[in-house]
């Protein structure tokens, strides 16, 4: 085989990569012999005779096959677990998603018009309070206030 040493050096430098991505057209290693200046090598590159590989990553599919195990509750048994529960799942994590659920449901129940500015505004207010435990349970005070207010 030809010594293209130089040539896969400029190549390299040219195409913005390590020496061992360039790929060489093994049909055409006496055009690229014979290409001894930087010019001659792009011109090469332009007619695709030299190229770079692509970089090798690391696969992500496995990962990804465990992170669908996960999401149906695979693969999080009491030997996978390293912290508290409290340190896995913060207590204020929980609360603020919670709370955003049920302000979401309190704001359309304002725009659909099932609730006034009034009682929207009381409902918020016990909300941030931590009255209710979730959606549902805002709906069913919901219910028994406005059988009071009768």
């Keep these: ?30 055009d690229i012999k014979n290409a001894i200046s930087r010019e001659d090598i792009r011109g090469l590159i332009a007619d695709g005779v030299i190229r ?9 599919g496995r990962a990804r096959a465990k992170i669908a195990k996960r999401a149906y509750g695979h693969c999080k048994g009491p030997g996978r677990r390293r912290g508290a529960a409290g340190a896995r799942n913060p207590r204020k994590r929980q609360w603020i998603q919670k709370i955003r659920a049920i302000r979401k ?3 359309s129940l304002r725009e659909s018009g099932e609730i006034d500015r009034h009682m929207y505004r009381m409902l918020y207010r016990k909300a941030a309070g931590g009255q209710f435990r979730n959606v549902a349970h805002l709906r069913a005070q919901m219910e028994i206030i406005s059988g009071r207010m009768k």
């Design 1 to 30: 085989m030809t010594d293209v040493a130089n040539q896969r050096r400029i190549a390299s430098s040219i195409l913005d990569c390590g020496v061992n991505r360039v790929w060489f057209d093994p049909e055409r290693l006496g």
């Design 105 to 107: 449901a309190l704001v």
């Design 52 to 60: 770079a590989h692509q970089i090798r990553g690391n696969s992500r």
